[in-house]
Nanobody, 122 residues
């Protein structure tokens, strides 16, 4: 079992930066693939970024590639999302998630946090 709690959301102007963090608890954190998803009002939840348990492999949605960076610190059981050059269309609730297994993919995640709101003003 993995429990996830996000933090770091807020209001930022377009072009600004924000860092989201996710604190995990549970004995299997180091062996899970972690990811961030987001859901904008009236839209379906979409994949943002994922990272392997070692941190050596990452995967990004095309919409955030080059602007967002996912990283993790297994000793602290945290995974973070550094977001730069933010756009109004990045406004959404951001969710931390985890999946059993080593595949770094955009689907089939087993555990979810409650989400943190990110609002980008134009």
């Amino acid at each position: 079992q993995v429990q996830l709690v996000e933090s770091g959301g807020g209001l930022v102007q377009a072009g600004g930066s924000l860092r989201l963090s996710c604190a995990a608890s549970g004995r299997t954190f180091s062996f899970t693939t972690m990811a961030w998803f987001r859901q904008a009002p009236g839209k379906e939840r979409e994949f943002v970024a994922a990272i392997s348990w070692s941190g050596g492999r990452t995967l990004y949605a095309d919409s955030v590639k080059g602007r967002f960076t996912i990283f993790r610190e297994n000793a602290q059981k945290t995974v973070s999302l550094q977001m730069s050059s933010l756009k109004p269309e990045d406004t959404a609730v951001y969710y931390c998630s985890a999946r059993r297994g080593a595949a770094v993919i955009s689907t089939a995640y087993d555990y979810w946090g409650q989400g943190t709101q990110v609002t980008v003003s134009s």
